[in-house]
C-alpha cells in the first residue's frame, strides 16, 4: 500500500524522516518484535481499514500528499506537547 | 426523554430517591443513585444506564446487596483496571445502591477540517490526538472518518463498522444513536447533540466502544 511514490516524497523531506520511522512503528502490529520478519512492518488490516475510509475502498492507492499531510500533522501534534 | 441536568434527569426516574455525583456535575467520575425501597433495582438500574448513556456517560453498574458495606472511592479513570470495580456505599436495609462510573478520559474534541488536503478528522483525548482522512465531507463515508478517529483513541486495531446511526429528537433536544460492529460484537452508543454533529456523533462511539 506504501508505494515507490510514497517512498519517493519522503524522502525528498528530510525533516519528516523521525515522525515517518514513529508513524512506522505506530501502525506496526502490537508485538511485532515477537513474529517474523521481526520487523515493525504496518498491520494490512489497519491499513486497509485506513485506506477505505480515506478513500472509499481498499484499492486506491495512497497519495503522496496525504501521507505528507499525515506527518506534518504527526510533527506539529508532536511539537505540541 | 429530553436530557436535562444529569442529576436531575436520574431523580425524576421512578423508583430512584437521590443521586450523588462526584466530580464535575458535566463529567462526573462517579455516580451514586439511591433506590426507593421495594423497586426492582434491576429495572431501575437499568434506566440509569440509559440516562447515563445520554448524558455520553459509560458506566458500570452494580446493585448492592441491601446490607451496610464500606465506603470505596470512586476510580478517578477507568483505564486503570483496578478502579473499575463498582464500589458501594453505606445504605439503610431493603435500599440498593447502584453504583455507576463516568468516563473520566472524556472526547474533548472532534474537528473537521476541508481544504487542499481534503477532509480531515481530528479527534483529541487528554494527550492523544487522531488524524484521519475522510472519504466525504457527508454520509456513511464522513461518519465513518470519525468513527475511526475516536476508534483510533481508544486504541482499537480492528475496524468497527457503522451498523445503524439513527437521530431522535426529543423536544428539547436531539440524540444521536450508533450501532458499531466490531469483530462480530455490537456495541451501543448515545449521545446528545449540544454543539456539532460530528463532536455528538464522535462521543456516541466514545461510549459505544468505551462499554466493550
Do not use: N
Not at chain 1, 56 to 68: F, H, M, Q, R, S
Amino acid at each position: 500500500m506504501i508505494d515507490r511514490d510514497v517512498a519517493t516524497a519522503i524522502a525528498k523531506r528530510p525533516r519528516l524522516w523521525a515522525t515517518a520511522v514513529g508513524a512506522t512503528f505506530a501502525f506496526a502490529p502490537p508485538g511485532w518484535w515477537h513474529h517474523p520478519p521481526f520487523l515493525p512492518i504496518p498491520d494490512a488490516d489497519l491499513m486497509r481499514w485506513r485506506v477505505t475510509t480515506a478513500y472509499g475502498d481498499e484499492e486506491t492507492p495512497i497519495a503522496p500528499d496525504d501521507v505528507l499531510s499525515y506527518l506534518e500533522w504527526r510533527q506539529r501534534s508532536a511539537q505540541g506537547k | 426523554m429530553a436530557v436535562g441536568l444529569l442529576h436531575d434527569d436520574l431523580v425524576s426516574l421512578p423508583g430512584v430517591e437521590s443521586a450523588d455525583l462526584d466530580g464535575d456535575s458535566t463529567a462526573p467520575t462517579g455516580v451514586r443513585v439511591r433506590l426507593a425501597p421495594g423497586v426492582d433495582a434491576a429495572i431501575v438500574g437499568d434506566e440509569v444506564q440509559r440516562v447515563l448513556a445520554l448524558h455520553g456517560l459509560r458506566s458500570e453498574v452494580e446493585v448492592a446487596p441491601p446490607s451496610p458495606a464500606t465506603v470505596a472511592p470512586f476510580p478517578g479513570r477507568v483505564s486503570d483496571e483496578s478502579a473499575v470495580s463498582p464500589s458501594t456505599v453505606p445504605i439503610a436495609e431493603h435500599d440498593a445502591v447502584v453504583a455507576a462510573y463516568a468516563e473520566s478520559d472524556v472526547l474533548e474534541s472532534v474537528s473537521v477540517t476541508e481544504g487542499r488536503d481534503g477532509v480531515v478528522v481530528e479527534a483529541h483525548a487528554g494527550e492523544t490526538s487522531a488524524w484521519v482522512r475522510a472519504a466525504g465531507r457527508i454520509g456513511p463515508a464522513f461518519d465513518q472518518a470519525i468513527v475511526s478517529a475516536v476508534a483510533e483513541l481508544l486504541g482499537t486495531r480492528t475496524e468497527p463498522l457503522i451498523r445503524s446511526v439513527d437521530s431522535r429528537d426529543l423536544g428539547d433536544v436531539t440524540v444521536l444513536t450508533i450501532v458499531l460492529e466490531e469483530a462480530g460484537e455490537q456495541h451501543v452508543g448515545s449521545a446528545a447533540v449540544e454543539g456539532g454533529r460530528p463532536y455528538a456523533l464522535g462521543r456516541a462511539v466514545w461510549a459505544a466502544l468505551s462499554s466493550r
